[in-house]
Antibody, heavy 122, light 107 residues
Framework: QVQLIQSGAEVKKPGASVKVSCKAS????????LHWVRQAPGQGLEWLGW????????IYAERFQGRVTMTRDTSISTAYMQMTNLRSDDTAVYYC???????????????WGQGTTVTVSS | DIQMTQSPSSVSASVGDRVTITCRAS??????IAWYQQKPGKAPKVLIY???SSQGGVPSRFSASGSGTDFTLTISSLQPEDFATYYC?????????FGGGTKVEIK
């Protein structure tokens, strides 16, 4: 079945960087864009950006430009999200999610990873 | 950024009740909106994408309607497994944005 399996929880100090992985299985990795979304404790959902695994193209939410980098390794069907200069308010669960029909419109999220908890604390 | 105003923020309901959640966008989305269900400690799950199309495997008691700026998600007869938080998402403009969520609780 279609799955996105993410890397394990991380604890980082302010100013550090984190890199979260998202391994796809059950479908052709390069055929579907991948979103990254985060959810702070007790809060709603926030979109960070997406990556086109086929062409390695990315779009980032403006507020994360310069701090977030999305990459992929097609040989192992894995996408990555790196965030630098972490702050305490970056503490959240980070999800990868597949886009069912990008880039043709309706940029929804039809399959989600299980989430990776990133805690930023001194 | 497109603001997605979701209401109510919470609703208490009983099994068998009809529940309606609304989402208003700050500009027209035509029909590019998705709805998600999230249970505590779990990732969201898509219910509806590109109104009114439902995701395969989603019970028929979930339906969506609307266009432009005003959208609704309706649960026709609430079941025990439907107690969760529901989010709308505008699926066309960058940055993609979500509503604040509606928590459906047991009365």
């Amino acid at each position: 079945q279609v799955q996105l399996i993410q890397s394990g929880a991380e604890v980082k100090k302010p100013g550090a960087s984190v890199k979260v992985s998202c391994k796809a299985s059950g479908y052709t990795f390069i055929d579907y864009y991948l979103h990254w979304v985060r959810q702070a404790p007790g809060q709603g959902l926030e979109w960070l950006g997406w990556i086109n695994p086929k062409r390695d193209g990315t779009i980032y939410a403006e507020r994360f430009q310069g701090r977030v980098t999305m990459t992929r390794d097609t040989s192992i069907s894995t996408a990555y999200m790196q965030m630098t200069n972490l702050r305490s308010d970056d503490t959240a669960v980070y999800y990868c999610a597949r886009c069912s029909s990008c880039p043709l419109g309706n940029y929804d999220m039809d399959v989600w990873g299980q989430g990776t908890t990133v805690t930023v604390s001194s | 950024d497109i603001q997605m105003t979701q209401s109510p923020s919470s609703v208490s309901a009983s099994v068998g009740d009809r529940v309606t959640i609304t989402c208003r966008a700050s500009q027209s989305l035509t029909d590019w909106i998705a709805w998600y269900q999230q249970k505590p400690g779990k990732a969201p799950k898509v219910l509806i994408y590109s109104v009114p199309s439902s995701q395969g495997g989603v019970p028929s008691r979930f339906s969506a309607s609307g266009s432009g700026t005003d959208f609704t998600l309706t649960i026709s007869s609430l079941q025990p497994e439907d107690f969760a938080t529901y989010y709308c998402q505008q699926a066309i403009f960058f940055p993609l944005t979500f509503g604040g969520g509606t928590k459906v609780e047991i009365k």
